[in-house]
């Protein structure tokens, strides 16, 4: 897709359909909309007038060009009152409006975001907000498709204009940030939507190779390198598949002297059968999507070069496939981590901890973070605890479950946390090992956490984001159809990025 940015009138704009933003009780003539309004034939302010459309939050109006104007829609998407705006609700609103264009099958897009009476930074903080949830909104997934792919066919060209030349520049700073964090968004998307027999560990890894760059580096430890390291764990969850497992090491270096360095490590279970302890046939169906977390690390690493933060990046993906076979693990059995705690097996199905319980001590080990943030399909019971709306969000620093709370809030990716007690440590000891690798139904997010805690230094701040129900069937306007992917967790560990670490 190509989003450009032109500084032109409205009414000059030649697009399938132009998107408009709208604060309730205003007039057309109290912001940019005033001279549109009459190129339209004062359409915009008859319907304010008659009560057709007032700019209440998710109200949308759809208007048709006159001979005065190059485009063949005008659709205004409601924004609330002014005083109480946000991003969410401005990027909800214009997903609205993506989505339509979808559905419509448009290719030629106009957006005009709502300025008027901004500053500067709100410029561009208005603008990302209004791309992402226009541009997101159009996401399909056809890459195999080939009967009617004109059935699929997506906006390609979007336009930006500032309304007043004086918002131009925060109009383009704007653009260019959504540009990044879309790209990023869209290739996670991506990742989550390929079949488990297109994408499996060793694909995994080559695909991550293609990352490289002179700031990005990727080293891919297989099978032969895992044992020497003793990763007992991963190598236990994949060794029920004719596909080895891998793990992928991503580097990015800002190329800074003395740069503080950032950990993030995503679950990458490329498909999930549950193993011996075989899920259901609903239940397994979907589960392609078990390695939403690694593709928000993909994401991220996808948007570094140009996202440039000031911090070093280390990224961990633990990449398997959970097969039963004669050669699977077994409820019962006792793995040694890389940690060397031993780890028995209440449930094979409980495997994505298991890679990531070796990827977390890897990372604290060789790398050393600063702070580390891990992402994870992790628990059913943290879906059933906060649906679709929130992730599950636990872990051992306070300031950076502040940030990534403060950067959920602008993203729109939202976090909530829950405990992480010692008291629930006790639901993960085992008889005959170290731990078990399930705590029970009581809890199970936050057990699930815990376990995941023991494989982290005490001195790393640490946080786990429980991914499962934000990863997939996203209630708002921007996100995809049910059985898309969201790629949730790019955008918001980019925010994260970009104002970590606080210049001292």
Known sequence: MNIDVRDIAPWDVEAQLFIAGYFEGEQPAENSLGRLDTALGGQISLAVKQGDFTGEREERLILYGSRQTGMRRLMLVGLGKRDDWTAEGIRRAFGQAGRYARDCKLTNIALMPPLTGMNGKDEELVTVAAVEGAVLATYRYAKIRKVDPDDYRTPEEFTLIPGESDKLEGLRRGAETAKVTIDGAWFARDLVATPGMDLYPEAYGALAKELESEHIKVDVLTVDRLKE????????????????????????????????????????????????DLKSAAGMRDMKIDMGGSAAVMGVFKALDRWKPKCRVEGFIPAAENMPDGNAFRPGDILISYKGLSIEIDNTDAEGRLGLADALAYACE??????????????????????????????????????????????????????????????????????????????????????????????????HLDIAGTASEGKVSYAPHKELPTGVGVRLLLDLLRSWPDDE
């Not at 969850?237 to 950990?263: F, W």
């Not at 990534?404 to 993960?428: A, C, H, I, M």
Request: net charge negative.
């Open 366 to 463: 060789t790398v050393h973070p600063d702070a580390m943030v891990d992402l994870a399909t992790l628990t059913g019971a943290c879906w059933i605890a906060l649906g679709n709306h929130a992730t599950g969000m636990m872990g051992t620093s306070d300031d950076l479950a502040e940030r990534l709370s403060t950067s959920g809030e602008r993203t729109g990716e939202r976090v909530w946390r829950l405990p992480l007690w010692n008291d629930y440590l006790k639901q993960t000891k085992s008889e005959v090992a170290d731990l078990k690798n399930t705590g029970g139904r009581p809890g199970g997010a936050i057990t699930a956490g815990i376990f995941l805690k023991q494989f982290v230094d005490d001195e790393v701040p640490w946080i």
């Open 229 to 276: 390291l003793g990763m007992g764990a991963l190598l236990a969850v994949g060794q029920g598949s004719t596909r080895p497992p891998v793990l992928i090491h991503l580097t990015y270096d800002p190329g800074i002297e003395n740069a503080k360095t950032i950990a993030i490590v995503g679950k990458g279970i490329t498909f999930d059968a549950g193993g011996l």
